[in-house]
Structures are given as C-alpha cells and as structure tokens.
C-alpha cells in the first residue's frame, strides 16, 4: 500500500506496461429492441399494451497512458423506452481511474466485478447492485463507486474494496409490464447510516492445476432487499449482513465442476445458500466447428420466508444447453430453464444470436414465466411471458 | 518446452530440444522424420517472448468476407516441463473487442484457458479439450493453433520435393493422442532453414480436408516468421487467411502479465 501511494504521489516511477495499451479508445453499442408480451396482464391497473419499443446505448470511452499503467475510463448506459414500460434509465458502468503496478493495481471511482463460476445464479457475487429494469434474472449490474486495491502473483490474487455509495434497486412502476403488482415503496435501511455506510469486502482467488477457487468476505448493505409490507405496499429494507462466500470450479477435459456457496447473517436468521452444478461440453458436432454444451444446477437458499419474493432459487433444479454454429456469422443458441421443488413454478429462457456483417448483431430472446400453486416472484409475473427482437450495431 | 499457438506462430511442427544433423538415411524414415521435426524446432528455440499484431479473413464460399483483428502477446517457458502462454486480444469484430484469451499450454494435459468477457468483467475458465472446434469460427481448430509436443504423433519422412521455389522435406505425422479431426498431416520444410511451407491434413477417414500455405519469411535476428498464412478448407470451400504485422520478440513480458488475475487489466 504504502509504495502504491508513493506511486500515486510520482515518487516512484511507473512501472513498465505489460499491456499493448493504445492511448485513446472509444467503442460503443447502440440497440433498438421490439418486445412483444403473449399474454393479457393478470393484475388490476397494468396496461393492456403488448407491443414495446426501446433503444440502448452502451458506451466506453478511455484514455491510457504511462504505457498502459494509467488509464481513465467512462462507460455510461442509457435505456429509453417510450412506450411507458418503465424500463428508461440511465446508469455510469464504469467511471474509474486505474493504476498497473507490477503485481499490483489500484482501482478508484465506479467499476464492475464478478466473482462466481456458475450459469443459472452467483450467490457470490454481491459487490455489484442488479440492475432490474434490464433483466429480472440479475445478469446486468449497475455500476458500484469502490476503491480497489489488488495484489496478484502468477496464480493467485487478493482484491480489498471499499465500497462507498449504496446504490438500491430500481424496481418498474406499478402497472407497468413485469412490474410487481403491489406498489414497491422507498427503500429503508437498517443501521446507523442509512444509505450512506460504507461497505468492506475481500477475496483470495487461486488457481492450481484443474482447480479454480475463491474465498470472499463481505460486511455491509445487502445489495438484495427484504420486501417487507407496509399499508397497502411493499417496502425494500435494506439489511447490515456479514457474508461469508466459496467458489470453485474444476476442469476435467470437456466436463466443468462448478460450486458457489455463502453463508450470511444479518438479515433474519443466518442463513445458507448453494448453486452447484456440471457443464458438459461436444465439440465439432455434425462433422464441422458446431460446439454443444449442457448444464445442470442445483439451487439452494436457506433464507427466512418472510415473504419469497425475496429469491425464487430456494429449492430449483437449472437445465441449460448452449449450441454455437461455428460459422461466420458466430451463430449461437440458448435455453435455460428453472424449475421449483416445491411448487410448479417456471421459467424458461430461450436466446439466439448472430452477427451480419462486421457490426450488427441480431438477438431474439423468449422469456415464458409459470405458476399455478407458487408464492413467489414467478407466480406474480406468470402473465408476463414476453418475446424480444433486438438489433445492435457495435463501432 | 511445449509451443503453444504454434500456426498462429508461423511456425507449425513442434519438437523437443536439440538432435544431432539430419543424416541422409532412407533407412528409418520414422526416425528421419522426427529428427526433421526436432530441427525444426530447435531452429525455433529462445524467443524469450514475442508481441504481434494480425488480421484474420475469413472468407466463405461465395467470397464473403470478415474480418477479425487481434494482438497477441506469448512466453516462453524453457525446460521440457514449462508449457508456454499466450494472450490473444481480440479489437474486432466491434462486439467482440476487449475479448481475451489466455493459454497455459501443458506438456502431456489439456493446456488451461481461461476467457475473459468484458462486458460482465467476467472471467471465465473454459474446457480445453476441445480440439475439433473452430477458432472463433475460422478454418483454423484449435487443435491447429495448440499444437501439441512432438512425443504426441509419429513421423514418417517422404522424401525430398520441390515446392514454393525451393527443395522441401516432406514428412507425414500422425496423432497418438485422442479426439483428433486428422489421421495424419503432411508437411513441406525447406531444406536450407526447415521453415513450414505448406501443410496438408487429412480427415479421419484419410481425405484430404484442409491445405495450410506459410508465406512471405521474414527473419528477425535467427528466426524466421511466415507474415501469411492461407487456410484453405477443401470441403466446405471457405478459407481463412492470417496477415501478421511485425514482431517484436524479448520485449520483457514476465509471467504475472499472463496470470489470469491479471486479465482485467489487459487493453
């Protein structure tokens, strides 16, 4: 720590880049995205509208220098949807700047970080708030302000943030489509300070031969609420838990191992949750480059059920098959589907991609909720199977 | 010392360290062609580390074409236990820049990847046993691009022909290993610097199903370095073709670069 400060303050010279940096780099990806919901609304006051529109924008710009070991770098997303879905937002991915060091690096202002091995949930994965309006499945983060001090060697690494800036959950207006039916309130928080306390996470990951493994701690606001009710709604309270978290993956040939599995306490009774699961991959089916791979995973959350909105993953199977073409258009196919133990609820997610030409990108996706018997997020969004076309064009 | 990325190289036949001169001996044309591939390889021994810059074209059928472009970055690890490593960072197509790929290549394993996916700042460990597939949808599989150490085929020396101007060694390899898209590859060197010249492999049933052209050497210091390769797939009629710039070689990479902690932090 000490000779990174002395590295900021350019008592020291910088280090050589390992990285081939370019100084300034701008990309970008503009989408425009049709979506088409199957069914009539279930609930009171949601629209009866079935046909949305909406445009995205992606944007990264960033300047490096010292030869790489400094760089700057902004990356705003933008959703505009008109037709009142309540999906426009606007959100900073990235805003950070960031010093290579040799065997170090220092992180400071807004950035995105994954840990995790698994496909169908990342119990991990908590420095990041999901971003609802783009996927109620939590693949899309919003970013999180930090301050990131890395240490790494040839096969391992620590990571300590510092986590200022609390960002809640943004959740669709009532009676807007996959919007929950009871209107969701201000968010509260318990502790001291609010919003505005100050969150502490740490991770070792290594890698060794076959195996791939992180251990990861976390004191703080819990990026998933607690929807507790009040009067006629919803409130999300935002809990101080302490969370414990393991990831591994081991790699035998074309079969991946993965497990994720926390422990965590602070919000109701400490509580356990597992995804555990295989991959399986085949390679040059039907004779050309075309690639399968299957998966299945188990999930298991321990947690209270207060009320179980909270998390459909208490007890769910996970079955997945991904099939790339291997052709020039790199042609890829998706569908996933989750399945609850304990009542009949489901969802299925089906995704096809291709590429024409250098920059434009079409991506079909089908999102298909069911419930009869369930008490959870999939039963009040049974209503709200939906069909999406969208056209990227990347520069 | 196990190449990894040999094609993307320039260079295609891997070996072992260092054998004594080629004798002229039609006797034992196994021995003969190993000996060849072992020269090959020593001729090629040393680099310490290399960047490089390439185009990739792929082109189909009717003579549609895409373009990829990729930096890549690679280390020597000396000594018959230390496989080398790579990075390939792709910087086009537009939504796939800031892809990266990272190669510990093993000696008498499956080599280790990992994938690093910039949009979820995600980095992925990835099976490598695949072989048979396609290099992000190129003529070239990764068996291709990885190939292995010189213990995992056996050699048959063919004879002397002349081919791209020059007199070539013409030796036949065959897999040991499993799950190979070949049953064998043939293999023009030239005499005067054992460069690859021209490679043809043959499917499992034994036809021929992809012709690899080496061309334009150049020489950096002792080493030789094909600036194109041509891909051409026989069967399905598309090609792919590598364009390379210059390379630079000792530029003081050191392991941690290509340490999979450090893959964010790539650009």
């Known amino acids: 720590m000490r000779r990174a400060l002395a590295t900021i303050l350019g008592l020291l010279p910088a280090v050589s880049a390992p990285a081939l940096a370019q100084e300034w780099d701008f990309s970008g990806t503009l989408g425009a995205e049709a979506r088409y919901f199957t069914q009539v609304p279930e609930w009171p006051g949601q629209t009866s509208r079935r046909f949305y529109g909406s445009f995205s924008f992606e944007g990264r710009g960033s300047f490096g220098w010292n030869g790489g070991a400094d760089e700057i770098a902004v990356a ?127 991770r070792f990951s290594a890698s060794a031969g076959s195996w791939d493994i992180g251990l990861s701690a976390f004191a703080g606001t819990s990026r998933e609420p607690v929807l507790v009710p009040a009067g006629a709604g919803l409130v999300p309270r935002y809990d101080r838990i302490t969370q414990f978290g393991l990831d591994a ?74 099939y790339s073409l291997g052709d020039i258009g790199s042609t890829t196919f998706q569908a996933g589907a989750l399945f609850d133990r304990d009542s009949d609820s489901r969802v299925l997610k089906v995704e096809a991609q291709r590429r024409f030409g250098e920059e434009w990108v079409l991506e079909f996706t089908g999102q298909f909720l069911s419930s009869t018997n369930g008490n959870d997020l999939v039963a009040l969004l049974r209503k709200e199977d939906y069909l999406s076309l969208v056209l990227k064009r990347s520069f | ?158 004879g002397k022909e002349p081919c791209a101007g020059q007199t070539c060694y013409k030796v036949e390899r065959k897999p040991k290993y499993r799950n190979s898209g070949y049953s064998a590859i043939v293999s023009w060197f030239d005499t005067a610097q054992y460069r690859p010249q021209r490679m043809d492999y043959y499917d499992r049933k034994g036809r021929l199903l992809k012709v690899l052209t080496l061309s334009g050497y150049r020489k950096y210091g002792r080493l030789w370095r094909a600036q194109v390769l041509t891909m051409k797939n026989l069967k399905t009629g598309r090609t792919t073709i590598l364009k390379y710039g210059p390379w630079k070689f000792g530029t003081g990479l050191s392991a941690a670069d290509f340490s999979k902690a450090n893959l964010r932090n790539i650009r």
């Open chain 2, 1 to 158: 010392m196990k190449r990894i990325l040999l094609v993307l190289f320039g260079f295609v036949i891997p070996g072992l360290v260092a054998v004594a001169p080629v004798r002229a001996s039609a006797q034992d044309a196994a021995a003969r062609g190993l000996e060849i591939a072992r020269e090959a390889d020593r001729r090629d021994s040393g680099w310490k580390d290399a960047r490089v810059s390439l185009t990739m074209i792929l082109q189909d059928r009717k003579g549609n074409t895409r373009e990829r472009k990729l930096r890549m970055m690679m280390l020597e690890v000396p000594g018959e236990t230390g496989g080398d490593k790579s990075i390939a960072i792709f910087d086009s197509p537009p939504d796939l820049k800031g892809t990266v790929l990272l190669t510990h290549a093993k000696v008498g394993a499956d080599d280790d990847q990992w994938l690093f996916l910039p949009s979820l700042k995600r980095v992925k460990r990835i099976s490598s046993s695949n072989k048979t597939g396609a290099f992000f949808g190129s003529e070239f599989t990764y068996e291709d691009i990885a190939a292995p150490e010189v213990g995992k085929f056996t050699y048959r020396y063919l």
């Open chain 1, 76 to 202: 705003p997303f933008l959703r505009w949807s008109p037709n009142g879905d309540g999906r426009s937002h606007a959100d900073l991915r990235e805003a950070y700047w960031r010093h290579l060091g040799e065997g170090w690096s220092l992180t400071v202002g807004v950035d995105k970080v994954f840990w995790g091995v698994a496909e169908s949930r990342n119990p991990v994965d908590i420095v990041n708030q999901d971003d609802v309006l783009e996927d109620i499945g939590g693949s899309e983060k919003l970013g999180q302000p930090m301050l990131r001090l890395g240490l790494f060697g040839d096969s391992w690494a620590v990571d300590a943030f510092v986590l200022p800036g609390f960002r809640p959950r943004e959740y669709p207006t009532v009676g807007a489509r996959l919007a929950s039916p009871i209107p969701i309130g201000p968010p509260v928080y318990t502790g001291p300070n609010g919003r505005g306390n100050v969150d502490f996470a740490l």
């Open chain 1, 249 to 322: 993956q081991y790699t035998a040939g074309d079969w991946l191992w993965k497990l994720e599995a926390i422990t965590r306490s602070g919000q109701g009774p400490r509580f356990e949750a597992v995804t555990a699961g295989f991959e399986k991959n085949f390679y040059g089916i039907g004779g050309g480059g075309g690639d399968l791979a299957l998966l299945a995973e188990i999930n298991y959350d321990g947690r209270e059920k207060v009320l179980s909105l909270a998390t459909y993953f208490d007890k769910d199977l996970f079955l997945g098959a991904r």
